[in-house]
């Protein structure tokens, strides 16, 4: 028996954290050539829920722990609703998820073309474990519209393992080869204390903590063609840096112009990139969807962007240590430890300090290992053919812009989330602008 199912540590931070003013909600957007047939995606999307248990499940407390218990037939449906989008994404209301579950789905239709947009609570899963969902959803939509004589199959999930995604797959004796390689992160912790990450704007207004935001989530979206792209790698071989070092690094020389620009001219003052770090094992792959993911904190001042060519340098040698001695679970164990001491989790999500400036998190190449036809790279499902992915990555109190990369059909495309409140549109455009003019710069050869 699954249910009652403990919260994992992680998945707690995300309750605590959780509020109207800051949601921990990922909007997907999948853009299609082809009218979707509404009843075909409904039944799609049943077919994919049920594989992944934790979208049909709520929040409850009992004693003092938290778990996750099925929802009700009716809160689980989930059903497919048609909006209006005057923006990159539809409004959003806030999902209380002790009441409702954590999946919704909207759909937009014009003139032959469609849209759907996949709304996750973050607590169910991070975004590897969204595309597992949405990769569910398009072989059960091409089952559903028999267009092929072959149907797709499903792959292979076992939602038992859900009981065992606290420690990752990591059984007790590789846990313990793991010390090692976390008191590397745990040495820099000192250092990573003693610094206080500002916002990107120190002065900018904020929402209350009982607000909904207001056109939530407002997203720009940038998309870099193939030649582009097989430019930045590119640079990336070149300078001997991941194409993730690259972008890195370009967050920065943006985010510094563009405070500049704003008469935030703060050399000393220091910019904190949360970076979530997929710690997926071969044990996963057959897990549903969920949050297997930890974080690593990138600090760097305004005046290391003086020398671009050394804060590159610093930033892979940074990745590299990261890499090596997987440091996303240095965060995951960090938050372990708080839960049993005075204040536990609560303590480090009260109120609205800034415990980072902007988040930055790469999603990789996605649906490359997907069983649907392909027409120049393009993936088809059913009577459609999917020609562009983007989504927003949550925010923080005192984060005002998360930045997300999708890679799909050699095509590469940066979203950003923008804090409405702090931020006007103009000046959330330029900034994206700023992102992107970086991004070009590195990838033209020395």
Known sequence: MLFPLPLTTFERLVFFDDRPSAPWIVCLRLCFEGELDRDKAQEATQISLIRHPLLTSLV??????????????????????????????????????????????????NDGSSTLYFVFHHICLDGKGAFQFIGDWLIAYDRLCGLRSELPDFPKLDEQLLARRTFYGRDLWQRVKMIPHQSVGLLGAGEFAMHRPQPILPDAPTAGSDEAPEGFPPGIVHRFEPDELAAIRSAGKDKGATVNDLLIRDVYLALNRWRIANDVNEPESWLRLMIPISVRSEFETEMPATNVVGSVFVDRRGRDCDDEKSLLEGICRQMHTIKRHELGFTFLWTLWLQRWLPGGLKKIVQGEKCLNSATFTNLGRLFEDLPLPRRDGFLSSGNMELLSVDGTAPLRPKNYAAFAVFTYANRMSISMHYNATAIPRTSAELLLEMLVSAIRESSRSD
């Open 60 to 109: 409850e407390q009992v004693g003092r722990d938290l778990v996750w218990q099925p929802a009700s037939k009716e809160l689980a449906e989930a059903k497919l609703q048609s909006v209006t989008v005057d923006g990159t994404y539809p409004n959003l209301g806030y999902m209380d998820i002790r009441r409702e579950t954590g999946f919704r789905l909207f759909d937009s239709m």
